[in-house]
Each structure stands twice: as C-alpha cells, then as structure tokens.
T-cell receptor, first 112, second 116 residues
Framework: DQQVKQNSPSLSVQEGRISILNCDYT??????FLWYKKYPAEGPTFLIS?????DKNEDGRFTVFLNKSAKHLSLHIVPSQPGDSAVYFC???????????FGTGTRLKVLA | NAGVMQNPRHLVRRRGQEARLRCSPM?????VYWYRQLPEEGLKFMVY????????ESGMPKERFSAEFPKEGPSILRIQQVVRGDSAAYFC??????????????FGSGTQLSVL
C-alpha cells in the first residue's frame, strides 16, 4: 500500500519556466512533509519541508504548498535551471515517529 | 568532509555470499537509519539504531538481514546468503536526535548492491 504517491515518473521543463512536482498521500496522520533531491550516484539531499500547520513554505526558488483537505502537496521551482535536473522525492512522517515514507520519485529534466 | 560516509559505493556478490555495508554517521550524530531503494521504487525504511542499540527493525526482512551500531566504529548492515532480489541501493542516514517532527535526515551516497 503506497501511502505517498508521486504519479508522474518524469517531467520536462524549459529553462526559466516553472516546474511543478506533485505528491499525494493517503494517511491523514501525516503532519510533516519533506522534499529531497537526488542526483545520480548520490544520496538524497534535503531540499525543503513543511509542517501541517502551514500551507506554504518558501526558500529561494523553491516553494512547497500543502493542501490538507486534498491530501496533496506540490513543489514549485521558479525559475527552473538545468542544475535542477534530478529525481525529486516527496516524503511524509507524523509526530512521534522517525520513519519517513517516501514516494517513488519524479525525474525532472530542465532543458537549456 | 563531515557528511554521512558509506562504503563501499558498489558491491557485487554472487548468490549465497554475504554482503557487509558500512555507514559512518555525520560527526555529532548518534542516530542511524538504513533505507533500501529497489529499482523503480521509493526509499523504504529498514532499521533505526542508536549506539549499541537497535531501536526499530520493523522494516527489515526477518531472515538473513541484521544491523549493528557498535560503541566504536561504523554501523554495519549485514546480508547473509544474498539472493538476486537483494539487489538494490542501500542508503544510510543520520540525525543528531531521534528524527521526529521537524528533524530532517542526512543521507549518505548509498551502496549499490548487485547480486549475480
């Protein structure tokens, strides 16, 4: 049972445009969400997170939006750069647990 | 480099052999987590350890897999009598405290295990 879903395995975006990566979850107990970025042959690196008490968190070119009623979050990257090309994983957890539940990832390709 | 260090980066084993994967957490981190990524899947939690203690191994297969984090030295994930289905990327992560709400994990570069 996949509790965190990233339904788009890949996405291509032109440099300078907005990239929108989506993530859906099924467990309403989740109250903390993260995005990790992964380059080939490297480990995932933390990108941005959001607590369920917020609906938006912004860090430079990266913004994460959380819609609790829809159990949906999205990562916006604007403007997209070729260096953003990587696999992006959405992850979720809930209070009192240390287990992060990861989605299957979306491969973003930013075209120069 | 004070990041999470994993070795080897690549490990090739024949069916039936043993695989040992090592992880040194970030300096100052005493909590270690192992995750496995099978092809075309997300990372899945395997085990959580503190120094000399296994806190939660609920994500680890009951047989052939074991993990330790001794007082001195790296954490070791051990897979005995490997089978082809064990082929995956194994990632180690660490945190300074138990990774509850608002605590992010720092991941190593992973060990790619290939079983022939």
């Amino acid at each position: 049972d996949q509790q965190v879903k990233q339904n788009s395995p890949s996405l291509s975006v032109q440099e300078g445009r907005i990239s929108i990566l989506n993530c859906d979850y099924t467990n309403s107990m989740f109250d903390y969400f993260l995005w990790y970025k992964k380059y080939p042959a490297e480990g995932p690196t933390f990108l941005i997170s959001i607590s369920s008490i917020k609906d938006k968190n912004e860090d430079g070119r990266f913004t994460v939006f959380l819609n609790k009623s829809a159990k949906h979050l999205s990562l916006h990257i604007v403007p997209s750069q070729p260096g953003d090309s990587a696999v992006y994983f959405c992850a979720a957890s809930y209070s009192g647990t240390y287990k992060y539940i990861f989605g299957t990832g979306t491969r973003l390709k930013v075209l120069a | 480099n004070a990041g999470v260090m994993q070795n080897p980066r690549h490990l090739v084993r024949r069916r039936g052999q043993e695989a040992r994967l090592r992880c040194s957490p970030m300096k100052g981190h005493s909590h270690v987590y192992w995750y496995r990524q099978l092809p075309e899947e997300g990372l899945k939690f395997m085990v959580y350890l503190q120094k000399e203690n296994i806190i939660d191994e609920s994500g680890m297969p009951k047989e052939r897999f074991s993990a330790e984090f001794p007082k001195e030295g790296p954490s070791i994930l051990r897979i005995q009598q490997v089978v082809r289905g064990d082929s995956a990327a194994y990632f180690c992560a660490s945190s300074p405290r138990q990774a509850e709400t608002n605590e992010k994990l720092f991941f190593g570069s992973g060990t790619q295990l290939s079983v022939l």
